[in-house]
T-cell receptor, first 110, second 113 residues
Framework: DVKVTQSSRYLVKRTGEKVFLECVQDMDHENMFWYRQDPGLGLRLIYFSYDVKMKEKGDIPEGYSVSREKKERFSLILESASTNQTSMYLC?????????FGSGTQLSVL | GDSVTQMEGPVTLSEEAFLTINCTYTATGYPSLFWYVQYPGEGLQLLLKATKADDKGSNKGFEATYRKETTSFHLEKGSVQVSDSAVYFCALTPFTGRRALTFGSGTRLQVQP
């Protein structure tokens, strides 16, 4: 089975902290994505990447950055966490009907 | 830009009832359309898809037909089960341009025994 693994299921951070959310996939996919999921808003695209060291902004990139140094790993970085970044973060890998999601990281910023 | 609109939930049904979850979209050209499902405590998984007008996607008793004339992709199931309780997301990818899914807001389905 394809696996998309997110490093933490739950995370609690303080306002102003730098936060790293890690995502690893084991199927040699070129495409990887970061979404945030909020009630009533669905999933919104933060950043995505089609290849190593390549990144593109999604619909809500403000306050976030990403890193993709290796094909299997796509990291989401909150440079200075704020309370409005409290959310469920979902990583995905692949494309079209072969798009697979991780189980998510619930981030709380206090 | 592209967008997906879903009916608000929660939708509460009794077991064996008929289900419809409405989904309409705004996009140029001919996007591909998807339904994803998120069961409690799990990640999203693809339920079904359709890539061109009049295509019908189906899986696990669920169906949805790509209607270009009404820009719709409504999800239906003839007889729901308690195990269908989940959040359902309608989504699209554009025919050209950014190759990433655009999701609707999600609809929570609760099926009571």
């Amino acid at each position: 089975d394809v696996k998309v693994t997110q490093s933490s299921r739950y995370l609690v951070k303080r306002t102003g902290e730098k936060v790293f959310l890690e995502c690893v996939q084991d199927m040699d996919h070129e495409n990887m994505f970061w979404y945030r999921q909020d009630p009533g808003l669905g999933l919104r695209l933060i950043y995505f990447s089609y290849d190593v060291k390549m990144k593109e902004k999604g619909d809500i990139p403000e306050g976030y950055s990403v890193s993709r140094e290796k094909k299997e790993r796509f990291s989401l970085i909150l440079e200075s966490a704020s309370t409005n970044q409290t959310s469920m973060y979902l990583c995905a890998s692949g494309w079209d009907e072969k798009l697979f999601f991780g189980s998510g990281t619930q981030l709380s910023v206090l | 830009g592209d967008s997906v609109t879903q009916m608000e939930g929660p939708v509460t049904l009794s077991e064996e009832a008929f289900l419809t979850i409405n989904c309409t979209y705004t996009a140029t050209g001919y996007p591909s359309l998807f339904w994803y499902v998120q069961y409690p405590g799990e990640g999203l998984q693809l339920l079904l898809k359709a890539t061109k007008a009049d295509d019908k996607g189906s899986n696990k008793g669920f169906e949805a037909t790509y209607r270009k004339e009404t820009t719709s992709f409504h999800l239906e199931k003839g007889s729901v089960q308690v195990s269908d309780s989940a959040v359902y997301f309608c989504a699209l990818t554009p025919f050209t341009g950014r190759r990433a899914l655009t999701f609707g807001s999600g609809t929570r389905l609760q099926v009571q025994p």
